[in-house]
């Protein structure tokens, strides 16, 4: 297994471009924030609505202390924004209270913020602190699932996979491409199997 997912790392890396980035490049508060916001929505809409937010609302000091209505209405295109505003001040007040401001780069303290999660965490110390970690999105877990045949998208389960069959330093280039696969090729309708690089290697090929 380890010869054939390092092999589909290996393709993928070449196949897709160096950089690829789904969020817009921010600080490291700003990028949580944006990656909380981009639950059950499109990054596109958090990149549209991240300008005026981070604009009034620069730091955690700032939006720990901003009125959730206002909150609410920038937010309003990301969907779920009530909850959204709920859990992005909270986080910013446990950020600005527990942590001086500084959002941490522990895998710990960034599970004991609201609104963060496992692909949250990971997606923030792999994007912006470069720490080894895979991203387990709808996207990733798909394409593992079908690719390996794991007969589970189960995040935990699949994160465990890939982490056990992988080097740690292809863990943030292989997130990457594979998401980026999932949302280009191997769709979750309509998987374009004729013009996938990887089908050779892949348990689901038609
Ligand atoms: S061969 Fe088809 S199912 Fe397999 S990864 Fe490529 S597009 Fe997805």
Redesign the pocket.
């Known amino acids: 297994m380890k010869t054939q997912i390092k092999a589909v790392h290996d393709i993928l890396d070449t196949f897709y471009p160096p950089e690829i980035s789904f969020l817009e490049r921010r600080n490291p508060f700003q990028f949580l924030i944006s990656v909380i916001l981009s639950a059950q929505t499109t990054d596109e809409r958090v990149n549209q609505v991240a300008p005026e937010l981070f604009g009034r609302y620069p730091d955690a000091g700032a939006l720990a202390s901003a009125d959730i209505e206002d909150v609410k209405r920038i937010i309003h295109p990301t969907g779920f924004f009530n909850a959204k505003a709920k859990n992005i001040i909270a986080c910013a007040q446990a950020v600005q209270d527990r942590f001086g401001g500084i959002v941490p780069t522990g895998m710990e303290e960034l599970l004991s913020l609201p609104g963060v999660g496992r692909k949250t965490a990971n997606c923030l110390r792999s994007g912006v602190f470069g720490i080894p970690g895979i991203v387990v999105d709808t996207h990733f877990s798909r394409?593992v699932e079908?690719?390996f045949a794991l007969g589970t998208r189960d995040p935990e389960k699949v994160e465990t996979f890939v982490c056990s069959n992988l080097d740690e330093t292809c863990w943030n280039r292989f997130s990457m491409t594979v998401n980026l696969?999932g949302r280009q090729?191997?769709h979750a309708r309509g998987?374009?199997?004729g013009v996938?690089p990887?089908?050779g290697l892949?348990a689901?090929?038609?």
């Open positions: 394409v079908r690719v696969h090729i191997c998987e374009e199997c996938c990887i089908r892949c689901s090929g038609k």
